[in-house]
């Protein structure tokens, strides 16, 4: 069976960043986890001392917070500076545009809809800096009845399929006088997402590598079984059913924003062993 790995896959440039700046900073916290991939979190506090902690009032004057990639309310960062807790902000420089879209577009007078999924860690950070509040979809039908005023602002959330944006643009923009559609979806999203499309389309079976609640990962699993059926998003070596390989000729691999590239090889060492046996 041929076993290949997708031309784009795997940690961004916003993670790699983030894991940097947590070895950079032992001893300290991180304020909900630095990326979603339990693995590597358990790593960084085993091999570099950066706990974890999800109550931001824990941190006390002096002590060091590693904010999340994903952001965190705005609220809750000037609480931490305003109580001298040392912050280091490792947010994805893709994260922080459209925190940064929605303040300055609230304050504009313009009614911010925000493409993705409310319940997301990152989409709590970016509505949080909508000065005059914003409302959150996930698809042309949340906005349906919804009274929206004539000047909109669309930012999206930065894992998202570009194909679901368009749709939520396209229903906005023949229904108000001005909408400006900010294309926040970051580069390594689109750069993994055709990358896993592609594979896909020829591979009888998909392997799909990252953490069960990574938004990105979610995606390329979509994509991936939207061209081959036979697709299995799994965080780690130990989710493989080595049944998923027998008769298949070949097994296409991709992996998430957050998934380091020792669990990736893991992989594909574990999948290269159970075909040779």
């Given at each position: ?203 009888d079976v998909m392997i799909i590598i990252g953490g069960k609640n990574s938004s990105n990962t979610k995606q390329l699993f979509s994509i991936s079984k939207d061209n081959c059926p036979e697709s299995y998003h799994i965080e780690d070596e130990t989710d493989l059913n080595f049944e998923w390989f027998s008769n298949k000729s070949f097994c296409g691999i991709s992996a998430g924003a957050s998934t380091p ?17």
């Open positions: 069976m041929k076993i290949e790995l997708a031309e784009n896959y795997g940690f961004c440039f916003g993670v790699k960043r983030a894991i940097k700046i947590a070895e950079e900073n032992k001893n300290s916290a991180t304020y909900g986890p630095l990326i979603h991939n339990s693995k590597e979190i358990a790593r960084l506090e085993r091999d570099f001392k950066v706990a974890l902690t999800d109550d931001y009032t824990s941190f006390k004057a002096g002590d060091k917070a590693v904010i999340r990639t994903h952001g965190i309310p705005k609220n809750e960062l000037e609480a931490l500076h305003k109580n001298r807790v040392d912050v280091v902000d490792a947010t994805c420089p893709y994260v922080t545009k459209p925190q940064q879209i929605c303040q300055e577009m609230s304050e504009a007078g313009y009614e911010i809809i925000i493409f993705g999924d409310e319940e997301h860690p990152e989409i709590k950070g970016v509505k949080s800096y909508a000065t005059h509040g914003a409302r959150v979809v996930t698809s042309p039908k949340d906005l349906e009845g919804l009274k929206i005023g004539d000047r909109v602002a669309l930012v999206a959330q930065t894992t998202r399929k570009v194909e679901d944006y368009m749709e939520v643009a396209n229903y906005l923009i023949p229904r108000h006088k001005e909408v400006r559609v900010f294309n926040t979806i970051c580069n390594a999203t689109f750069e993994n997402q055709d990358a896993v499309r592609k594979i896909s389309k020829n591979a590239d020792w669990i990736i090889q893991n992989v594909v060492n574990a999948i290269q062993k159970s075909v040779n046996i």
